[in-house]
């Protein structure tokens, strides 16, 4: 069986669940081969051998994650040169589609980006134009790259012995010429990263201000889930920016999504229809978010939202 | 400074978006086409860099002749000239494809400086800016929500999904841009007058030295098998809140197992 070459996403050695994932997805195409690169790979081992990695590489270089993306794809080419896998998984993060766009450039392959599953014969399914078409798309050139939603598919874990191969990779003067001098890792508190999230409940502009975004913070804590804006609340300020869903903010795809005072526009929806199951309160009746909702309530936040919170409070 | 930014037509999110069933490629009549939102941003960069170190901006873009329309509206801005590749040997490419093409014509008119969106409104590959700095072996100075340039070297902070990166280069380079980088300013009517006499250089392949045989639907490194709307979802249930509101919701996520 071909190896299927997975990139670890982790920051710092913490590997993303989105890992896990492409992992749960690479068992089923073949034999899953983790890459990771960086430091921290001994704090993060178990994981994914947990998760069925039946080999992994290991590039401990801290050069490697010194300069914008290219060491990556250097990596991954040396790579497919040399283990022939049947395709690469990355995730479909801004930083994981330039690692395929880089790595399709030096191997003549194509990409199929933002899949939310691949079937046999590395046949991918993108959901598309905010989840209207479904497409069927497969990689015709060199070998399928492939750029997966995080969230689209269920981790199980499946425990293994991987065998560990250091690998190194020399760069070249263009892999070094976007240095990276300071990472700044911003605050995210105790709530789960909003791509990743099992659960995300949204505000828009009715929530009204920032101060009132602390009754979308409450709920979202009661249920353990992630906060999320509409552009509205970021574009006015009540809300960080890394935090908006839709067209030109984060792709989510939860368990559970509940927009609160979201009127439902179709760049917003490009953000967040594919999540399985879609609860809105809003006051107007006529809102289109409700054409998307599994349940949903014709009220006033200010006095739905706190009541569910300590409703759930309550249950627990 | 030499500033090439790099603008692509879109359908508008608002009017219905399709694919075209003879060969599976986006229905660009079907829609009305508008500049796509963050290449707005891109412009806007290129013209404030212009501004603060002098130099052009010329805007290229890649696309149908209806594309006119978007790079009369990115000069109406202030960018000083366009150069316009199209050809019907063009249509269908993909993402690598799209790339080469351009890296073409970057070829010709030379660049200090690519500025582009991170991600189109129609395809959202995210995958150009990398493909290109890979092609041209420049810096790759993509997601940015700040550019600084002193001289031939150029700061940037990448955006990410922890905070941001601090990131270092020297000219040439490319850059992505993220929305939060600035306010793209309206075409005055001055703008709009003066747009209507700069040059626009309109280029079929053959004139840019781009090979055929590597561009366009039949020769693509992707291809799209087949496609379908999707089921719509079922109807849910919608209540009018009567005081009990937030305790329905909460019934409804201890029947899914929510809570
Ligand atoms: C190119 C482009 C890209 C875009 N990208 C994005 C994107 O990524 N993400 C995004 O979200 N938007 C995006 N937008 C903007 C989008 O079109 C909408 O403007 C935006 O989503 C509206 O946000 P909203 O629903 O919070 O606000 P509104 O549309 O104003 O809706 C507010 C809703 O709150 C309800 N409400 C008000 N008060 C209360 C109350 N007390 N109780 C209950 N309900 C109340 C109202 O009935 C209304 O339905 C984009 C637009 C464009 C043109
Ligand atoms: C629904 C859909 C899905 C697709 N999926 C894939 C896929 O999985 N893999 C694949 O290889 N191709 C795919 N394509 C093809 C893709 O649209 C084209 O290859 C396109 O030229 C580049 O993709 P993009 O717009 O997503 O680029 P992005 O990388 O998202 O665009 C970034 C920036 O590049 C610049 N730019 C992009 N295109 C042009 C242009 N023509 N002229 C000038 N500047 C430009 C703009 O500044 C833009 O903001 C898809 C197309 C559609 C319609």
């Known amino acids: 069986m071909a190896e299927i070459l997975v990139l670890v996403d982790h920051v710092d050695g913490e590997v993303k669940k989105v890992t896990l994932e492409l992992l749960t997805l690479a068992r089923r195409l073949g034999e899953p081969a983790a890459v990771w690169v960086g430091p921290g790979y001994e704090g993060a081992k178990d994981k994914l051998a947990e998760y069925g990695a039946a080999k992994v590489y290991v590039a401990a270089d801290e050069e490697l994650t010194s300069y914008v993306v290219a060491p990556k794809a250097a990596l991954l080419a040396q790579l497919v040169q040399s283990a022939s896998p049947g395709a690469v998984l990355v995730s479909a993060t801004g930083e994981g589609k330039e690692v395929a766009g880089r790595l399709a450039v030096k191997t003549g392959s194509g990409v199929l980006t933002d899949v939310v599953d691949v079937a046999e014969g590395f046949v991918g399914e993108h959901s598309i134009f905010g989840g209207a078409i479904i497409a069927h798309a497969k990689v015709t050139k060199g070998t399928p790259i492939i750029a997966v939603r995080p969230n689209a598919i269920a981790p199980e874990a499946a425990p293994a012995a991987p065998a560990e191969e250091q690998v190194s990779v020399t760069l070249s003067d263009a892999d070094k010429a976007a240095k990276i001098v300071e990472r700044v890792v911003q605050e995210k508190g105790e709530r789960p990263d909003l791509t990743e999230a099992a659960i995300v409940v949204s505000g828009g502009r009715g929530v009204g201000s920032a101060e009132n975004f602390k009754i979308i913070e409450d709920l979202a804590d009661a249920l353990g889930g992630a906060v999320g804006a509409s552009r509205a609340a970021t574009d006015a300020g009540w809300y960080p920016h890394q935090f908006q869903v839709g067209q030109t903010g984060k792709t989510v795809s939860p368990q559970l999504y509940i927009a609160v005072g979201i009127s439902g526009a179709i760049q917003h929806r490009a953000g967040m229809q594919t999540s399985k199951t879609i609860v809105a309160i809003n006051k107007d009746p006529e809102a289109p978010i409700f054409e998307l909702v599994d349940y949903g309530v014709v009220g006033d936040l200010f006095q739905v939202a706190p009541q569910l919170t300590e409703e759930i409070k309550k249950r627990k | ?259």
């Open chain 2, 1 to 259: 400074m030499n500033i090439v930014v790099l603008v692509k037509q879109v359908p508008d999110t608002e009017s219905p978006r399709k694919l075209k069933s003879e060969d599976s490629t986006l229905d660009r009549a079907a829609a009305d086409g508008v500049i796509n939102e963050l290449d707005e941003y891109a412009i806007e960069e290129a013209l404030r860099i212009k501004e603060a170190h002098g130099g052009e901006v010329t805007v290229l873009t890649m696309g149908p002749d209806k594309a006119t329309d978007s790079i009369r509206k990115a000069l109406a801005m202030g960018a000083d000239k366009a150069v316009h590749l199209v050809d019907d040997a063009l249509a269908g490419s993909d993402a690598l494809q799209t790339s080469y093409a351009i890296q073409q014509v970057l070829g010709r008119t030379g660049f200090d400086l690519v500025v582009l969106g991170s991600e189109s409104t129609d395809a959202r590959t995210g995958l150009l800016a990398a493909m290109l700095a890979e092609r041209l072996g420049v810096p790759q100075l993509s997601l940015a929500n700040k550019v600084e340039i002193n001289g031939t070297s150029i700061t940037v902070q990448r955006q990410t999904d922890y905070g941001y990166d601090k990131v270092e280069a020297t000219l040439p380079a490319v850059v992505s841009v993220v929305e939060k980088i600035n306010e793209p300013r309206y075409p005055s009517f001055k703008g709009i007058m003066a747009a209507k006499k700069k040059p626009v250089e309109t280029l079929g392949i053959a004139d840019a030295g781009i090979d055929a045989g590597q561009v366009g639907l039949a020769n693509a490194a992707t291809a799209v098998v087949d496609f379908a709307e999707a089921p719509p979802r079922s109807k849910g249930e919608i209540v009018t809140d009567e005081g009990d509101g937030g305790i329905k919701i909460a019934e409804f996520l201890a029947s899914k197992k929510f809570v």
